[in-house]
Structure formats: structure tokens, C-alpha cells
């Protein structure tokens, strides 16, 4: 019997997806975990897998175009099967594939720390001004943060809408290249009996994984292949091209729209279209601020180093914490607040940006939520986003400080009340004590949603947030 | 008449249904049972059941036989009332029918003694079965449905059972020893009668189209098999093609096609075993919207389910392979899908393979040259049971282990056993593949001493290139 292999919905915003290249055709035997096609989707580039075995008998959508999810692309044959038998035809379609993203370019590098000396490169990742002592020095603080040249933080995904369709364990990035294979468990004591078939614990020992960060799906929780399977292929859902040089297209040429790049074309008119922006700017005296980060790099009070986006982070998380309608969305008329903070932090890829999340800020300490932006920002050079990473935000901040921005607007993520856009910490005269002197000041700026926040609110919560960043101990208790 | 209300009906009382029905009965369902036939289906009464008494009866006579030639020990004329073979099997099974209608009464479960068929996707029409009363209900109304009306003995264009021509149907309860048998078809039931008619010194020709016994079998077990056969006495043509038959005198002709080369076999008996076809006819499943696919066998997905959302297939009428066990564990994994208490799914490469001849075959997942084919990089440990210490023993040494594992992980990916007892031995693989144990568990577990299980340890080792015995 024939099967058909369907366009599968890949994230919870996924509407269609273009086939890059098929890596099968007509005639081709196919077995479980090969790779069929290359697929675009809204997200990433993906590698469709099949679960099933068989034959390849009719690729049904060409390369280069696209389908919506759940039109058939191809059909398949059953091992054993005759060709030309009729599709199968049952009422719940198999799904025979599944994906795995594909880096379209290998050779790409996925080292994750810029150096602050190259303002002219976007960055996903935080340097330390002990790493670079000139960037504290030259009067242009970066920010620290890693910030896209233009912020569209249109991959943000709607917390309302419904889970993706990919499974998530509680997963946790695994470096193979820093992480020497664990020795074989000793088959005795606590370690032995951890839940895990002797079958799984060989591939996670040959993966590099360690065994108790894999969800168990057998009897009681049990370890076993498959969860390791669901795992590595997890690792690798969400692989971005990480943004090295801005994209740009030839003077005169004309540039097919990614999916992503629809996306975020669909999501950034449709905020501009149904939410009355207004924004609001305040300048803050980060004097306080660049001390207390030399502090706690200088005690190294922490294992994780904290940047300046953390700080400002945490920060905003404070803020939110208090104005509660900054933490909201506007939806069927009425407004709702969200019962957690869950701040995305926008970072530029090739074509676009993503925006991942930290989830519950309130709840995270300083390092803590130092240490969860440096896991996503690594994971943006490297891949293996969890769906629930890239989804489910409530606020977002857009940091442009490394490009050494003076002042900027953002737009709001729909579903969303507002957005922060922080720019760089420059050297500026300053009024202190009745005299002119020379500061280190940076420039928030809020976008809000009049239709939820009115001007008074938003004043007051980029007060807030002044109020914390200048007095900076404060970040260490809440 | 009145109709009746279950939130389970299930069409067939065979090791599928019955199974699946008591077990909906644990999980709380109001569960009905459709049988036209006799409660057990046909493992109970036509198949397994009674086959295996049959069997017995052949190993029985075939120790008593090496008694006299191989241990010393005198036998006089061994004299065999061969109706009394077919009755204790016949008895067999008739204990363990009333068995299966003692568990529907203990766990609550309706028997109708009828034949069901599907009016709508909820509901089951009740029509009088042959030789049974009519009915006191009509229609059963059903909140979900299940199929498994199992398989029937499928025959050849222009074969006619009677007059010494028989399937396993008719050969179970065939009071008679024939003089001479052909068997056509060498896969498990043709190989099981040959072996039980051979043993009672019938003369036996086994007709195979394939180049092997026990086609898609491991091709090492196959012949090791017919050497075994042979050794008994039994002609074996492989490769010979059925084209026809007709009676000439006492004595079938069968005309055979061997590549080409016209061929014939004479023999006064005829047993057809050339597979068996899904009952899926007659059930109504046009009316309910069930489709029906290749072979005949009706289309489910993972969770059992048809192409009509409220019925659910299991069992032979749904795929193969054709066996009791897997169709006991559909049951189960079927009902407990509908409940919301199981994920989607069945591992069909954890079902063992039982043949139950002499020597006995017993396999589980994929052979070697399947795991080849799936381009797996495979090792295989095998172990002769002249190896083993047991068998030498008990003079059992025919057959072998055969282990075959990934070289990745050394995970088991299959086992095949011929030899004594091996459908006995073959659980702790199927246990093994189930707990995803690799060689190095298996082989490194004590295994009793001195038993034939022993050569799975031991073929365990070998596929590490560590066996100690060989």
C-alpha cells in the first residue's frame, strides 16, 4: 500500500513550506531516518525524515515551490508493494516524515563570541568588557548585547497559540565537542539504576548525552532508544544560519520572500496595521550600572558572566513586575494580563531574527538569568531550540547598544502590549551637582500599545527601570 | 426485538477479540462479543490448539521410536488407534472453548452467538449463525466497534476440498491415516501436518513454489530444516510450482511446473496449505465506510483504527503476520488506545515466529539478510546445539542459535532458533527485545546449567566474539 508524506506543521506559526531540494527521487528506496527533502519553512530550514520504509514513487510538489502543511508532497511505496498501487487512502493520514533542520551551509562558522571591536558586525553573543578592555574604554559601550541591525521581531510566536507540534523534553544543550564521552555506567549502584534501557544508555553514551536530562516515555519513565532519538533529533530542531555579513541583495534584482522573511512581512504590517504604537524615550545614567558589571566581574561573584543585557533584563523584569499592564495583550476586546514575565530577547540570523524566550524572569535571579541568555544566545549559533524556547514571550527587548545606535524605535510583537528598545551606552555631557560633566548615559525607548497602556503607565515603567539600572545593588535582592 | 447498548462491541471471539474484550471489561467498558462460530476462534479450534495435541501425539510416537533405537530400551509393535489421536486433540480444544465462554461469564462480557454485521459506523446487526438459534437480539448499538473476525484457509483456483483433498480445517479432525500425503505449501502449517503425518509413517511430499522451506525465513534455519526433514523421511520439492490435480483412481495426480520442466506427484491424501485470507467479506463495512486494502485485509492506522473513526480492526483480518499472540496484543494495546491509556504504536518486530515441527523453529525480528537490506551494520552470533552440553544430553542436537545485532550499539535486532524446544527458549529474546537489552546483558546473564537456553547466552558472546563453548 502507498502512503502519502504530507507537508508536516513544524512550529505553531508554520503555515506552508517551500521544498528547497528533494534528496530522493522516483525510484529511490527509502529507509527510517533518511533524509527525503530539504524543506523552508517560517523558522528554519529543516530536513524532512522519514519514519517510514519504502519506495519513492511520485514527488508531488516540485523544488522551489510551496504547499500548505498537510498537502501532500509526495507518495511512498511500502516495501513489497507493487508500483502504481493507489495511495493510501485511510481517513488519518499516516505522517511517514518528520524534519530535522539542515544547515544549508556546513562550513558556516558556529562560534558563538564576537568581539565588541567589530561594532559593524551584529552579534548574538555577550563579550565581557574583560575580554575587551578597549571597548570600555573608547567612550562607545556596547551593550553587551547582540543586537540586529533592524528589529523585526516578527518570529516571536503568539503565547496564545497553541504548542507546537514538536515534542519537548526538558532539553538541555549538549556541546559534543566539550564533553568527553561519559564513561560506560558502572553497572551497579544509584547510576545503574537510573531508569534506561541498556539500548538507550549505549546511545546516549555514544551521543554524548547525559541520560538524566532525556524525558522517559517507556513504562515509569523509562529511558529508552526512541527517547534518545527524539532527543538528538530535538537538538537539532532549530538550527539557524547564524547572521555573519547583512544580507543584501544585487542593486536591481528582485529577492523571492524566504518564509521567514513572510513572516515577518505578515506579522510586522499586521502590528503597524492593528495596534496604535506610541513610544516613549527616557536617557538613563548607566555610571552605576558599568561599575556594579566591573564589581561582579571583579569579585567574580558568579560562575556566569553577567552582561549588561542581563542586567538590563533583569531590570526590566522588576519593572514589569509592578506595571503589570506592560505584561499584557489587547485580545477580543478586553486586555489580559499574563500570569508570568517571559521576556524574548531579539537576535539577528541570516534573513531575519528570532526571538527566543526567557521564560518566568520573575522568578530568576540575576545569574540565573544570565545563565539562561547565554544557553539561547549559544544556541543561536549552534542550534537546538526547543519549540517552548522560541515561543510563549510576553514582553521583548530589542538591544542595538553594539551598533553603537544613539536612539531607536521598535515594533510591537502581536499578541504583545509593548516592546523596549535599548540603544548605546555613550560617554554624554551630564548635569551632576549643578555641574557639566561627562557620563555614560544609554537611551531606552518603549513602544506600547495605546489600547492597553496609556502614557502615564509608560512613563512610569521606564522610570522603574531607570530607577533599578541606577541604582544597580537592587538587582542583586529582587 | 429489542436492541442493545454497549460502549464496546467486538465481531469475533478468537485470541484477538476475546483478549480485547475482557480486557475493555477491566477498563470499565460495557463490552459485547459477536461469535458466529465456536467461542476461541480458530486458535482455539481450529488452530493451535488442537494442532499442537496433534503434534504431541507425533513427538510422542517418534521418542517412543528413538527409545527402541537410541537408549537400549525395548519397545514391542507400537500400534496406533489413530481416531483416539484426533479425539484428545478435539478434547484440547473443546476444554479450552468452554474456557473462553467460563471468562466472558466470570468477567461480565455478553456472548451473542451470531453473526454480526456492520449496519453503520455504531451500529452491529445480528443475523442467525449456521446451526445456532436464531437471536433474541437484532441490532447492537456501539459507542466503538472492533473487528477481528480473524482469517480463513485460502485455497487455489479450482481446488475443491473433499475426497481426500483437505486444508488444516478439515486434516484436524480427519480420523484416518492416509497412506501416502502431498503437502502443498512449505510454510509453518504445511510443514506442522507433514511433519505429524511423517511421524505416524505416512509417506509425505512436500510442494514448495519457493527455492526454500518456510519462505522470508532465515535461509540457514530453512535448510537446516529440510536436512532435518528429509532425515525423517519426508520428500521435499522445492521450487515446484502448483498448476493442478485430479483424481485417478485412489490416488491424486498433481501436475507441477519446476521452472519450466513439467513434474507429478501421486498421493492418496492432498493437504492445501498455501495461506490464509483475512475474513473481511460479509462483515457490512461498506455500509460503516471501512476500507478495505491489499489482500483484503482492512486498512488501520496506529491506533488500530479504520477509515470509519468509531471502528477499530485487529488480528489476522487486519495485517499480518497471522498469529494468535499478536493478535491478543493488538486486543489489548487496541482497547487500551481507545481508553486514552496507551500511546499509538505496536512493535510488529517483537512478535515472535513459532513453528512447532520437529525440530521446532522460533524466530523474533529482523534476519540477517533483513538487517542488510536496511543497510544496518550487523554482527550475528550463532551456536550449534551439538555445542551445548544439554543437548548432547538429551540427545537433542539438531539446530542452532542464530543472534544477529547491530554493531552500533549491539542491540538485539533479531534471533532465530531451530532445534528442540526452541519455541520455549524464544521469550527471553522477545523479553529482551522489549527491555532493549544488547548482546553484552544477554550474554553475560548466567544462564542455568546444563540447558538448552544456554546457546542463547552463548550466541550472545559470539556476536562480541566471545563465546566460551564453541
Known amino acids: 500500500m502507498s502512503s502519502e508524506i504530507t507537508m508536516p506543521k513544524l512550529s505553531d506559526t508554520m503555515?506552508?513550506?517551500?521544498?528547497?531540494?528533494?534528496?530522493?527521487?522516483?525510484?529511490?528506496?527509502?529507509?527510517?531516518?533518511?533524509?527525503?527533502?530539504?524543506?523552508?519553512?517560517?523558522?528554519?530550514?529543516?530536513?524532512?525524515?522519514?519514519?517510514?520504509?519504502?519506495?519513492?514513487?511520485?514527488?508531488?510538489?516540485?523544488?522551489?515551490?510551496?504547499?500548505?502543511?498537510?498537502?501532500?508532497?509526495?507518495?511512498?511505496?511500502?516495501?513489497?508493494?507493487?508500483?502504481?498501487?493507489?495511495?493510501?487512502?485511510?481517513?488519518?493520514?499516516?505522517?511517514?516524515?518528520?524534519?530535522?533542520?539542515?544547515?544549508?551551509?556546513?562550513?558556516?562558522?558556529?562560534?558563538?563570541?564576537?568581539?565588541?571591536?567589530?561594532?559593524?558586525?551584529?552579534?548574538?553573543?555577550?563579550?565581557?568588557?574583560?575580554?575587551?578592555?578597549?571597548?570600555?574604554?573608547?567612550?562607545?559601550?556596547?551593550?553587551?548585547?547582540?543586537?540586529?541591525?533592524?528589529?523585526?521581531?516578527?518570529?516571536?510566536?503568539?503565547?496564545?497559540?497553541?504548542?507546537?507540534?514538536?515534542?519537548?523534553?526538558?532539553?538541555?544543550?549538549?556541546?559534543?565537542?566539550?564533553?568527553?564521552?561519559?564513561?560506560?555506567?558502572?553497572?551497579?549502584?544509584?547510576?545503574?539504576?537510573?531508569?534506561?534501557?541498556?539500548?538507550?544508555?549505549?546511545?546516549?553514551?555514544?551521543?554524548?548525552?547525559?541520560?538524566?536530562?532525556?524525558?522517559?516515555?517507556?513504562?515509569?519513565?523509562?529511558?529508552?532508544?526512541?527517547?534518545?532519538?527524539?532527543?538528538?533529533?530535538?537538538?537539532q530542531m532549530f538550527r539557524f544560519r547564524r547572521l555573519i555579513a547583512p544580507h543584501e541583495g544585487a542593486p536591481g534584482s528582485r529577492e523571492t520572500l524566504s518564509a521567514m522573511r513572510k513572516t515577518i512581512a505578515h506579522r510586522m504590517a499586521l502590528s503597524k496595521r492593528e495596534i496604535p504604537h506610541f513610544y516613549v524615550t527616557v536617557e538613563i545614567d548607566m555610571e552605576e550600572a558599568v561599575r556594579f558589571k566591573n564589581s561582579l566581574e571583579a569579585t567574580e561573584l558568579f560562575d556566569e558572566d553577567v552582561s549588561y543585557n542581563d542586567i538590563i533584563i533583569k531590570a526590566t523584569a522588576l519593572a514589569l513586575s509592578r506595571f503589570t499592564r506592560m505584561n499584557a495583550a489587547f485580545e477580543n476586546d478586553g486586555i489580559s494580563i499574563y500570569p508570568h514575565i517571559n521576556i524574548g530577547v531579539a537576535v539577528a540570523v541570516e534573513d531575519g531574527l528570532i526571538v527566543p524566550v526567557i521564560h518566568e524572569c520573575e522568578r530568576k535571579s540575576l545569574p540565573d538569568i544570565a545563565r539562561h541568555a547565554h544557553r539561547l544566545v549559544a544556541k543561536a549559533a549552534q542550534g537546538g531550540?526547543?519549540?517552548?524556547?522560541?515561543?510563549?514571550?510576553?514582553?521583548?527587548?530589542?538591544?542595538?547598544?553594539?551598533?553603537?545606535?544613539?536612539?531607536?524605535?521598535?515594533?510591537?510583537?502581536?499578541?504583545?502590549?509593548?516592546?523596549?528598545?535599548?540603544?548605546?551606552?555613550?560617554?554624554?555631557?551630564?548635569?551632576?551637582?549643578?555641574?557639566?560633566?561627562?557620563?555614560?548615559?544609554?537611551?531606552?525607548?518603549?513602544?506600547?500599545?495605546?489600547?492597553?497602556?496609556?502614557?502615564?503607565?509608560?512613563?512610569?515603567?521606564?522610570?522603574?527601570?531607570?530607577?533599578?539600572?541606577?541604582?544597580?545593588a537592587s538587582l542583586l535582592i529582587g | 426485538m429489542a436492541n442493545s447498548r454497549y460502549d464496546l462491541v467486538v465481531i469475533g471471539s478468537g485470541p484477538g477479540g476475546y483478549v480485547a474484550a475482557i480486557r475493555a471489561r477491566q477498563l470499565e467498558m460495557r463490552v459485547a462479543v459477536v461469535e458466529c462460530d465456536r467461542p476461541g476462534g480458530v486458535c482455539l479450534n481450529w488452530g493451535c490448539i488442537p494442532s499442537k495435541a496433534l503434534l504431541n501425539s507425533a513427538e510422542t510416537i517418534e521418542s517412543i521410536r528413538g527409545a527402541a533405537q537410541e537408549h537400549g530400551i525395548e519397545v514391542g509393535e507400537i500400534r496406533v488407534d489413530f481416531p483416539r489421536v484426533i479425539a484428545r486433540s478435539r478434547d484440547a480444544a473443546e476444554k479450552l472453548s468452554r474456557g473462553v465462554r467460563y471468562l466472558f461469564k466470570k468477567n461480565h462480557v455478553d456472548l451473542y452467538e451470531a453473526r454480526g454485521e456492520l449496519t453503520g459506523p455504531h451500529s452491529v446487526a445480528l443475523k442467525p449463525a449456521p446451526d445456532k438459534p436464531a437471536p433474541e437480539v437484532s441490532m447492537l448499538e456501539a459507542e466503538k466497534i472492533l473487528l477481528a473476525t480473524g482469517s480463513g484457509e485460502r485455497l487455489f483456483a479450482g481446488m475443491q476440498i473433499g475426497d481426500g483433498v483437505m486444508t488444516s480445517h478439515?486434516?484436524?479432525?480427519?480420523?484416518?491415516?492416509?497412506?501416502?500425503i502431498a503437502v502443498i505449501g512449505a510454510g509453518a502449517v504445511g510443514l506442522e501436518f507433514a511433519y505429524f503425518y511423517r511421524a505416524f509413517g505416512v509417506e509425505v511430499t512436500v510442494i514448495e513454489l519457493e527455492k526454500q522451506m518456510l519462505p522470508g525465513f532465515d535461509a540457514e534455519v530453512a535448510e537446516e530444516l529440510r536436512r532435518a526433514f528429509v532425515k525423517r523421511g519426508v520428500k521435499v520439492m522445492l521450487g515446484h510450482g502448483y498448476k493442478s490435480m485430479e483424481k485417478r483412481g485412489a490416488q491424486w495426480s498433481i501436475a507441477l511446473d519446476a521452472g519450466g520442466q513439467p513434474a507429478a506427484v501421486e498421493a492418496e491424501a492432498v493437504l492445501v496449505a498455501v495461506g490464509r485470507a483475512p475474513l473481511s467479506a460479509a462483515l457490512g463495512l461498506e455500509r460503516a465506510g471501512v476500507e478495505i486494502g491489499r489482500g483484503g485485509f482492512i486498512t488501520i492506522d496506529d491506533s488500530f483504527r479504520t477509515s470509519a473513526p468509531s471502528i477499530y480492526a485487529?488480528?489476522?483480518?487486519?495485517?499480518?503476520?497471522?498469529?494468535?499472540?499478536?493478535?491478543?496484543?493488538?486486543?489489548?494495546?487496541?482497547?487500551?488506545?481507545?481508553?486514552?491509556?496507551?500511546?499509538?504504536?505496536?512493535?510488529?518486530?517483537?512478535?515472535?515466529?513459532?513453528?512447532?515441527?520437529?525440530?521446532?523453529?522460533?524466530?523474533?525480528?529482523?534476519?540477517?539478510?533483513?538487517?542488510?537490506?536496511?543497510?544496518?551494520?550487523?554482527?550475528?552470533?550463532?551456536?550449534?546445539?551439538?555445542?551445548?552440553g544439554k543437548a548432547v544430553a538429551v540427545n537433542q542436537t539438531e539446530g542452532f542459535v542464530k543472534l544477529v545485532a547491530s554493531r552500533q550499539y549491539s542491540e538485539v535486532l533479531g534471533c532465530q532458533i531451530i532445534g528442540h524446544r526452541a519455541t520455549d527458549m524464544i521469550s527471553e529474546v522477545v523479553l529482551g527485545r522489549a527491555l532493549e537489552t544488547t548482546t553484552a546483558e544477554i550474554g553475560k546473564t548466567p544462564h542455568p546449567h546444563p540447558t538448552l537456553s544456554e546457546a542463547i547466552m552463548e550466541a550472545a558472546l559470539a556476536a562480541e566474539d566471545e563465546a566460551i563453548n564453541y
Not at chain 1, 72 to 99: L, Y
Not at chain 1, 152 to 169: C, D, E, F, Q, V
Not at chain 1, 397 to 405: A, E, K, Q, V
Not at chain 2, 170 to 180: G, V, W, Y
Open chain 2, 170 to 180: 478439515e486434516a484436524l479432525i480427519h480420523d484416518r491415516i492416509p497412506k501416502s
Open chain 1, 15 to 235: 503555515e506552508e513550506g517551500k521544498i528547497i531540494h528533494w534528496l530522493k527521487h522516483p525510484g529511490d528506496s527509502i529507509r527510517h531516518g533518511d533524509a527525503i527533502a530539504e524543506v523552508e519553512t517560517d523558522k528554519a530550514d529543516m530536513v524532512l525524515e522519514s519514519f517510514d520504509e519504502g519506495v519513492l514513487e511520485e514527488i508531488r510538489l516540485p523544488e522551489g515551490q510551496s504547499a500548505p502543511v498537510g498537502a501532500v508532497i509526495a507518495i511512498m511505496r511500502k516495501p513489497g508493494d507493487q508500483p502504481g498501487a493507489a495511495p493510501n487512502a485511510a481517513h488519518e493520514p499516516e505522517e511517514p516524515a518528520t524534519a530535522i533542520p539542515t544547515a544549508r551551509e556546513p562550513e558556516e562558522p558556529v562560534t558563538a563570541i564576537p568581539t565588541a571591536r567589530e561594532p559593524e558586525e551584529p552579534m548574538t553573543a555577550i563579550p565581557t568588557a574583560r575580554e575587551h578592555p578597549a571597548a570600555a574604554e573608547n567612550g562607545e559601550h556596547g551593550n553587551g548585547l547582540a543586537a540586529p541591525p533592524q528589529f523585526h521581531p516578527a518570529m516571536s510566536a503568539n503565547p496564545s497559540a497553541a504548542p507546537t507540534a514538536i515534542p519537548m523534553p526538558p532539553a538541555r544543550v549538549v556541546h559534543p565537542e566539550a564533553q568527553a564521552p561519559a564513561p560506560r555506567q558502572i553497572e551497579s549502584g544509584e547510576a545503574a539504576k537510573l531508569k534506561a534501557s541498556p539500548l538507550a544508555r549505549r546511545a546516549a553514551e555514544e551521543a554524548g548525552i547525559d541520560l538524566s536530562t532525556v524525558r522517559g516515555t517507556g513504562p515509569d519513565g523509562r529511558v529508552t532508544k526512541r527517547d534518545i532519538d527524539n532527543f538528538l533529533r530535538e537538538q
Open chain 1, 385 to 472: 531550540f526547543t519549540a517552548e524556547e522560541l515561543s510563549g514571550g510576553t514582553f521583548t527587548i530589542s538591544n542595538m547598544g553594539m551598533l553603537g545606535i544613539e536612539h531607536f524605535s521598535a515594533v510591537i510583537v502581536p499578541g504583545q502590549a509593548a516592546i523596549l528598545a535599548v540603544s548605546a551606552i555613550k560617554d554624554r555631557p551630564l548635569v551632576r551637582n549643578g555641574q557639566i560633566v561627562i557620563g555614560k548615559t544609554m537611551m531606552v525607548t518603549v513602544s506600547c500599545d495605546h489600547r492597553v497602556i496609556d502614557g502615564v503607565v509608560a512613563g512610569r515603567f521606564l522610570q522603574e527601570i531607570k530607577r533599578f539600572l541606577e541604582n544597580p
Open chain 2, 314 to 388: 485487529i488480528g489476522d483480518v487486519a495485517r499480518t503476520p497471522l498469529l494468535a499472540h499478536k493478535a491478543s496484543a493488538e486486543g489489548v494495546a487496541a482497547v487500551e488506545i481507545m481508553a486514552g491509556i496507551r500511546e499509538p504504536g505496536f512493535d510488529l518486530l517483537s512478535i515472535a515466529g513459532c513453528i512447532y515441527c520437529e525440530p521446532e523453529v522460533a524466530t523474533v525480528g529482523l534476519t540477517e539478510a533483513q538487517a542488510r537490506e536496511r543497510g544496518i551494520d550487523v554482527k550475528v552470533g550463532k551456536i550449534p546445539f551439538r555445542a551445548i
